[in-house]
């Protein structure tokens, strides 16, 4: 079990250089980050969490790319380069700003499951981020109410809970929402990798 730590503990762990891991990166990694922006706060903040984000790595071998299929919330469901996190973010030629790792689950996933995982998240591109869904965990926090509404649309950890539970894989719900640290406290997500 990856086990929880504060943002002190994240920043001292050894950093890898992303050139020396790229080639032990498969689909199926899980992929958080721990941003220094506004909105990133906001998530840490309402989740008791140093994580404000979570993906699924895909890696194309035939074309030989790293991808992370995430929910974004100003473009909604993607697919990007992981590269883009470590040199590039947002186009800004500079890194993600804070810290990103690499987990993965303790066992081995048969590849047709991994596949359908797959397959559902790249079947929900371009679906809408669900920016009202922070406000809505964050009222249901507040005022202890259970209440959840199902939509169409997603927030990240959402993403990552549909598409393994296409596999077979069920992470747990704390209350009535999942957030990249119900997904980092599975007994099953081991941490590989600090990238940033």
């Known amino acids: 079990m990856a086990h929880p730590l504060t943002k002190k503990q994240l920043k001292e762990l050894p950093v890898m250089p992303y050139e020396k891991i790229r080639d032990y990166l498969q689909t199926g990694h899980i992929f958080f980050s721990s941003g220094s922006y506004a909105f990133s706060g906001i ?7 140093v994580w404000s984000h979570v993906a699924i790595v895909y890696k194309d071998q035939e074309l030989g790319r790293v991808m992370v299929l995430e929910a974004e919330p100003a473009v909604g469901i ?3 380069p992981l590269s883009n996190y470590l040199r590039n973010y947002k186009g800004k030629k500079r890194p993600y700003k804070g ?9 081995d996933l048969e590849k047709p499951k991994l596949n359908k995982a797959i397959s559902f998240g790249l079947d ?4 809408p981020y669900d920016n009202w869904e922070i406000i809505r965990i ?25 598409a393994f539970a296409k596999s077979g894989v069920f992470f747990k719900l704390n209350n009535t929402y999942i ?18």
């Open 43 to 49: 998530i840490q903040k309402l989740t008791k969490s």
């Open 78 to 80: 993607r697919l990007i």
């Open 99 to 107: 810290q990103v790792a690499i987990a993965k689950l303790n066992f």
């Open 124 to 127: 929900e591109l371009t679906r």
């Open 138 to 162: 964050m009222l249901r926090i507040l005022f202890k109410t259970g209440k959840r509404e199902k939509n169409k649309s997603y927030i990240c950890s959402e993403l990552v809970r549909d």
């Open 179 to 196: 957030s990249p640290q119900e997904i980092w406290l599975d007994e099953r997500v081991e941490l590989k990798y600090r990238l940033l």
